[in-house]
């Protein structure tokens, strides 16, 4: 199928996922919530001949079209939103207080819907299945659809994110490492209290906090390798019971991220040794836990190159980028790839490249006309790979 042709059978539909789009976005549902958003994306797929699965991974669903004789090429789309209370003063804003669509994901759910309609109307030698998937954004729905057998005859996969660093009109490709891995921190800090006019009778388990969040900080930069990046927030902290008594317990909650391989499966013991000398340096007692969240992304080489190829023939080599660097971001799709090579591209989706709005932010507004570009390539691509 040639562009000019895509772009006939994209035109005669594309308003009808703008409005779905938008009323995905005034209606988002957290993770693990995503009911009314299967329902609709179910009838939608249901309409159009497409053989659907609901509650595969709880709240998530795929669906198939074409022969399974010799499996499937996959698309993998997210649907969860974030709570965020939205500040875009859109037509089409949140009607749900303090959930947002912030990341994109009712974007990629319509782009999976545009692929399934343009997938109909082709005759593969591979089936297709998509796979709309909930709970990304705490990193665990992918594990629910791969518990549930997504993965099963799966032969490539295709994923795809919108990327606000890059115009609309483009695309960002990069083979390998896509994304970081992502670990969650719990530092429990225990002190002894005192009255707060005579600290030194006691341990101040908020200053030990304080000394432990700046301390992990200035450790990265001299006992770890600079070459292999490292990025360590904590994002919330909590203990204390009055103004004026030394805190006996403080618990903060943190993410790290990192590229390496090797430095996250060390990067679990290497906490713990260092926030544990921190705290006895200090007269205080830790309980330090770390948990792997998700893997990086690797991207398929072969995968890839179908997506690059076919972005080139889309939208021309000037307005494909490689990327130079991966994303400290991390991506639940990578669970996938433990099963399936796959690989997932980035999507411009910004008009005003020195005022975007990032992801996560009340202010998120992409451009949905982008998803154009995205249900062309990932089409093309898909004709690709089944050959």
Not at 37 to 46: F, H, M, N, Q, R
Not at 59 to 69: D, I, M, N, Q, V
Not at 91 to 120: E, P, Q, Y
């Amino acid at each position: 199928m040639d562009n000019q042709l895509f772009d006939e059978k994209l035109d005669a539909f594309f308003d009808e996922l703008i409005e779905i789009r938008r009323h995905i976005h005034a209606h988002p549902e957290l993770s693990g919530l995503e009911h009314q958003t299967a329902v609709l994306i179910s009838g939608y797929l249901k309409e159009i001949d497409w053989k659907v699965q609901e509650s595969v991974g709880r709240t998530g669903l795929t669906a198939e079209y074409g022969s399974s004789h010799k499996g499937y090429i996959g698309l993998r789309v997210d649907m969860d939103a974030l709570p965020i209370q939205e500040n875009t003063n859109l037509s089409f804003s949140s009607k749900v207080d303090g959930i947002m669509h912030a990341c994109g994901h009712d974007i990629h759910t319509c782009i999976g819907l545009g692929v399934a309609r343009l997938i109909n109307s082709l005759d593969l030698q591979i089936g297709t299945r998509i796979i709309f998937q909930p709970a990304e954004e705490i990193a665990s729905g992918a594990k629910w659809m791969i518990n549930d057998g997504v993965t099963k005859d799966l032969r490539k996969l295709i994923g795809v994110h919108v990327y606000p660093d890059l115009p609309s009109g483009m695309v960002g490709i990069r083979d390998g490492g896509l994304t970081a891995a992502a670990g969650e921190i719990s530092v429990d800090i225990i002190g002894k209290s005192a009255h707060g006019a005579r600290p030194h009778q006691g341990v101040d388990a908020i200053w030990v906090a304080a000394k432990i969040i700046s301390g992990v900080q200035e450790l990265i930069t001299r006992k770890l390798d600079a070459l292999n990046p490292v990025v360590i927030t904590f994002g919330k902290i909590n203990g204390g019971k009055a103004y004026n008594v030394l805190a006996d317990n403080v618990n903060i909650l943190g993410t790290a991220r990192c590229t390496d391989l090797n430095t996250f499966e060390n990067l679990g013991d290497w906490l713990k040794q260092i926030i544990s000398d921190i705290a006895s340096s200090y007269g205080a007692q830790v309980v330090v836990k770390f948990k792997k969240i998700t893997p990086p992304v690797n991207n398929d080489l072969q995968v890839n190159q179908a997506l690059r190829n076919s972005a080139i023939e889309l939208i021309g080599h000037e307005n494909v980028i490689e990327l130079n660097k991966p994303s400290m971001g991390a991506e639940d799709f990578a669970e996938f790839l433990n099963y399936v090579p796959g690989a997932m591209f980035r999507l411009g989706v910004d008009d005003n490249l020195n005022n975007s709005s990032p992801l996560h932010s009340a202010e998120f507004n992409p451009n949905e006309g982008a998803m154009k570009i995205a249900i062309k390539l990932i089409t093309k691509s898909i004709i690709k790979l089944s050959c």
